[in-house]
């Protein structure tokens, strides 16, 4: 088995191939269970978020890890080849880190997707598909990313996706305090959101979700209004600007639902930011005059603004990981000799019980100790360097200096010896 990561990602593939193959939070585990109940893995974890889908997973079958992944999502192998990235053992150990370190992140440095790796990881446990060998990664991949975000300055000046929304909604208004707000969505990313437009006053805050309870306890901390999603029709008229990022797999907003509201708002314009992946709004709404859509894609220009400040600590996060690749990498190689030494024990083993049963027989017969001690101890020596003072005695010359070699780092021994 070995370690493989695929799947794509913000640089790799636009939206709207990313919205194709991206995982439903509610059939994950079925999803892990059906991608290692086929073979086509032994361990797997799958990381799904706005901007990336990736697999890692422990797998003698690479080619069919990545068919599992088009077939899952009934789509051709062909049409999602072109954004395919494949990484092995080490390539999937350094990318690992650099995500959880938030280094390959359409925001530099953004601490958000450590959570959903973490979180990522607790589905994959409660799936059952996190195995030995994907525990031990993940472990080691936390602990790097705590280090690369406590040894360097990689947060610093971080402008996140929602402070990116917040700015580009600033160009849009003259001021949000004289906005009304909408939030779609009750998530992290949500909760991000509507921390920073609540600094900002808005004239009113809306939370609309699927379930009321949860838009309730997010309204309350940021002194809004909550109502369930089927109030949207009636109420997305009221709101001028609206951050939506649900778990749906269809859209939230229609083309006919937005344009009936922009008839009853005579107009005035629609700010719309969609987080979501798959998209919450439909495409065709950014074809509507007066409506400004955004999507997670659109946001990585104002997200750069920083990014200079950060490029430095960029080099500092790299040889941290460099260090960790290098030391689970290492740790890998000698799980590979783990069944020579168990079965090299094991031998030992036999051949101890056998001296020790002879030497308990002797006792028995009244022999003296002091010659039983001496049998036994002869009898290990003869029967632990048989084999190889055999081996040496029958080597082929062309072997004999590799052996050599290896008895004398094997035993410690030294040429004077």
Known sequence: ????????????????????????????????RDLVGNGAAKEATILSTCNRTEIYCSTNAPVQAVDWL???????????????YRMPQEQAVKHA???ASGLDS????????LGQMKQAVRQAEQAGTLGFLLHKLFQRTFSVAKDVRTQTEIGANLVSMAAAAVKLAER??????????????????????????????????TVANRTLERAQVLARR???????????????????????????????????????????????????????????VEKEVAELDDVFLYTVDDLSEVVRDGLDARQGAVKEAEVIIASGVNEFIHWMESREVVPTIRTLRDHAERQRRHE???ALRLLAKGEAPEKVLESLSMGL??????????????????????????????YHLHPSE
């Open 1 to 32: 088995m070995q370690l493989f990561t695929f799947g794509i990602n913000h640089q790799t593939a636009p939206l709207a191939v990313r919205e194709q193959i991206a995982f439903n939070a509610e059939t994950l585990d079925s999803a892990l």
């Open 70 to 84: 088009a077939s899952y999502h009934h789509l051709p192998t062909a049409e999602i080849e072109p954004y395919i």
């Open 97 to 99: 880190f650099r995500v």
């Open 106 to 113: 359409m925001v530099l440095g953004e601490p958000q997707i």
């Open 172 to 205: 849009i208004f003259p001021s949000i305090t004289e906005q009304r707000v909408l939030f779609i969505g009750a998530g992290e990313m949500i909760e991000l959101n509507a921390v920073h437009f609540a600094a900002r006053t808005p004239q009113h805050i």
């Open 222 to 280: 940021i002194n809004g209004h909550a109502i369930t999603l089927n109030e949207l029709p009636d109420q997305l008229a009221q709101h001028d600007i609206i951050v939506t990022c649900t778990a749906s797999p269809l859209p939230i907003l229609g083309k006919g639902m937005v344009e009936r509201a922009l008839k009853q708002r005579k107009h005035r314009p629609l700010f719309i930011v969609d987080l979501a992946v798959p998209r919450d």
């Open 356 to 358: 020790m049963e002879k």
């Open 381 to 410: 020596t003869n029967k632990f360097l048989h084999a190889p003072t055999q081996t040496l005695n029958q080597a082929q010359a062309s072997d004999r200096d590799t052996l050599l070699d290896a008895m004398h780092r094997i």
